[in-house]
Structures are given as C-alpha cells and as structure tokens.
C-alpha cells in the first residue's frame, strides 16, 4: 500500500510539474514577451490604437488562461483532491486535459497574432480549453469522499467552486464570442466593448476567488493569522459575483462597488491587516513573504477603486487599463509569485527553493515595474503627462525581468534533486 502511495505521488509530481512548467512558456514568450513589444510599439507612437487589439488581446488569453491558469489546473489537479480527501482520480484524466489545454491555447495565440485560417481555428480552439476544463472538473469534482473525509464543506471549498464556475462561464463566453466573430467579423479580435466585459468574468469572476479560496486555505497556516472568518468570506464572494454580473451588463459603477466591497470583505474575512498570533512559516522561502502578500490585496483594493473611478469617466482608457494592470499583475501575478514559490516546490517531490533572496529581488522588481506601469499608464493615456509615455516601456522591462527571475528559480528548483514522501501536503499544513 504505501508502494503504491509512493508511486502515485511521484506520478503526480511529474504530472504537476508539466502543467508548470508549460505556464511558464506561456508566461514568457506568448505571454509577457509580445506584452512588453506591444508596449513599446505604443509607447513609441505615443497612441493606443496603434497595435491591433488582436495582438493585445493574444497577450492577455496567453497571460490569463495559458500561464495562472494552467498553473491552476495542476495545483487543483494535485490539492484538491487531497485536500477534500476524495479518491483518487485516473492520471491519464490529468494528462489529457494537459494536453487537450496546451493545444487549445497555443492555437488560440498563433491565429490571433498570425490570422492564417482563423475563422477555424479561433473556435477550434475555445472548444479544445473547454473539454480540457470539463475534464478537469470531472476529475476533480465528480469523485466521492473517501472514508475519513469530514462531511462539512469548508467555506474556501464554496469559494473555489465560485472561482471554477467563473472558469466555466469564461470558457463558455469565449467559445460563443469565437463563433461569432469566426463567422462574422473581419479579424480574430473580440469587439471592444464584449472584451471589457469579458475582462471583468474572465479576472473578477474566476482569478479573483480563486486566490480568495486558496488564500483562505493556506494563508492563516503560512502567516500565522487568526482563524478565518466564515461568514465574511462568503459575503464577499456574494459581492464580488454580483459585481461581476452587473459589469457584465455593463454597470460599471454599481459593479465597481461591489467589487471594492467584496475585495475590502475578503481582506477583513483572512485577517490579512490584523497581527499574526504565530510566527510566519518562512523557512524556505524570503521573509518577506508576508509582507509582499499584503502588498498585492492592497493592489486588489487598488484595482477595484480604479474601476470605479474609471466608470465615473467619459474616456478612461488609461485608468481601465491601470485597473486591470492592478488585478493581473499588482495582485494575481504577485499572488503566484509568493504563494507559488511556497507551494510548488514542496508539491513536487519535497523540494527546497532555488533561492530566496532571488524570490525577494524578484517580487521588488514586480510591484515597482507595476506601480510604473499603473500610474505612467494613467498620465499618459489620460494626457496628464506626456513625458509618462517613456516611462510605460521601462515598467515592461522591470517586469520582464521579475517573471524571467521567477521561471529561472523555479525551473533550478525543480531540476534539483528532490526526497519524495508520500503526501507533502499534510507536511505543510500539520
């Protein structure tokens, strides 16, 4: 028996280290290397409109969907299942998806950013990620407790669950708004005002509680917080997925306020802002572990206030822009880069990070590459400040720099020799 525990844990290590290190290409290359080009060619010309939103938008699905969101699957894929004490599911379920997920995204980026045949292969492609993901969810939803497994859910389980079914309903718009523009649009771009609200289910309504869920699962433990307050952290996933509905149907301002509000109940529901009754676990990671959590929920709360803002203004390209840069990469980004060093090595096999004074120099330069980008973004679409364009590419760089340093740790960390142990997650969470 434990043979065969053994065995399953190394076969899904190596399953979880393929989903990561596959997000990291998509982070690197379709992700932030045409992100940082886009920049540039902007910043040069001084005008938004200047890239074709194909390519802004090719940045964004391999951002979202081909780097968090295939990091997310694996991790579902080795933690839910533990963690909710379910039996076991088939590794080749696991596989699959991987494989069904990395061809529907890799298709999906080159014929957006090279339109060859896309009127076929932008459908073909949405479908491809959506059977990855009802894979994903059989596999990890549909199995039975097995004997042990406590009968009441905890709330972080409803939080995921909200968080997934946000995954279902982007994937879903993403398939409808493919056909759509397959059959009737002149290039491989969403219309500008469906993106926006695209944007606000695809971020909000899935990333968002996805990280409350696994914030409020593992943070008290890795932070020393007090106990999670429940009821709180219900609220404010019933806020948020209000927000998410009204922006959908374009209130932008009610939505903005229930975001905030469901960001603020979040934050209050963890206790990130209160004093830690037990000392941070940072042993084998930076000590600043923490603080740099609470830098991103400030980044949260800063993108929601900057929606609303936004919503309050005729042209406010610039200021969504910022708000959304606030979410993915003040917030999302940040969030993978502290929980993920934390987590993945152990995950797979029991590691030891690379370097934590390289996760330290690396989270410096994201959160100063975002806060460039935000407020540059801000004076320069907005005409407060024209000398703010030359800025914008700088910030790119800094923050190409900070993702190359992540994949670099990341990547030695697991080329490194590891101690396999049956279960490390009960390890981390004793």
């Known amino acids: 028996m434990m043979d065969r525990a053994v065995a399953r844990e190394k076969a899904l290590s190596v399953m979880l280290r393929a989903y990561i290190f596959t997000g990291l290409v998509f982070m690197l290359l379709p992700g932030t290397m045409l992100g940082v080009w886009n920049l540039i060619k902007i910043s040069s010309r001084e005008a938004a409109e200047s890239v074709s939103p194909a390519w802004i938008q090719a940045h964004g699905h391999a951002q979202l969907f081909g780097w968090v969101a295939t990091f997310i699957l694996g991790i579902g894929f080795y933690s839910i299942p533990k963690l909710r004490k379910l039996s076991p599911f088939a590794l080749w379920e696991g596989w699959l998806c991987w494989a069904l997920w990395v061809v529907g995204v890799t298709t999906r980026w080159l014929c957006t950013v090279y339109p060859w045949e896309w009127r ?109 307050r429940n009821a709180f952290l219900l609220a404010a996933v019933g806020l948020n ?42 042993t084998t990671i930076h000590e600043s572990f923490p603080v740099f959590i609470r830098i991103a929920y400030g980044w949260l709360l800063t993108a929601a206030a900057l929606g609303i803002w936004a919503s309050r203004v005729r042209e406010a390209q610039g200021i969504w822009g910022a708000s959304r840069h606030a979410l993915t990469v003040g917030f999302i980004a ?57 800025v914008l590419p700088v910030s790119a760089l800094i923050e190409l720099t900070a993702v190359t340093l992540f994949a670099i740790n990341l990547v030695v960390t697991f080329l490194r020799p590891a101690a396999v142990v049956p279960n490390p997650l009960t390890i981390m969470t004793e």
């Open 120 to 228: 076929v292969l932008m459908p073909l492609s949405a479908s491809l990620e959506l059977a990855a993901f009802l894979i994903f969810f059989q596999a990890v939803g549909s199995h039975r407790p097995s004997r042990g497994a406590p009968k009441a859910w905890e709330s972080w389980i409803f939080v995921v669950i909200a968080a997934t079914l946000g995954l279902f309903a982007s994937l879903g718009l993403n398939l409808g708004a493919s056909i759509q523009v397959a059959l009737h649009a002149a290039s491989p771009a969403f219309p500008h005002e469906f993106d926006q609200r695209y944007l606000i289910v695809s971020t909000w309504g899935f990333l968002v509680p996805m990280v409350w869920g696994f914030s409020a699962r593992w943070l008290p433990v890795f932070m020393g917080l007090r106990p999670l």
């Open 241 to 282: 997925t209000a927000g998410v509905v009204m922006g959908f149907f374009e209130h932008f301002t009610v939505a903005g306020v229930l975001l905030l509000g469901g960001a603020v109940l979040a934050v209050v529901s963890i206790r990130l802002f209160e004093p830690s009754v037990k000392p941070a676990r940072t």
């Open 334 to 390: 940040a969030m993978v880069f502290c929980v993920g060093q934390r987590i993945l090595p152990a995950f797979c096999g029991m590691r030891t990070l690379w370097s934590a004074r390289l996760m330290l120099v690396m989270l410096v330069l994201l959160m100063t590459g975002c806060a460039l980008r935000v407020a540059s973004e801000i004076l320069a679409y907005q005409d407060f400040a024209p000398w703010a364009w030359k």
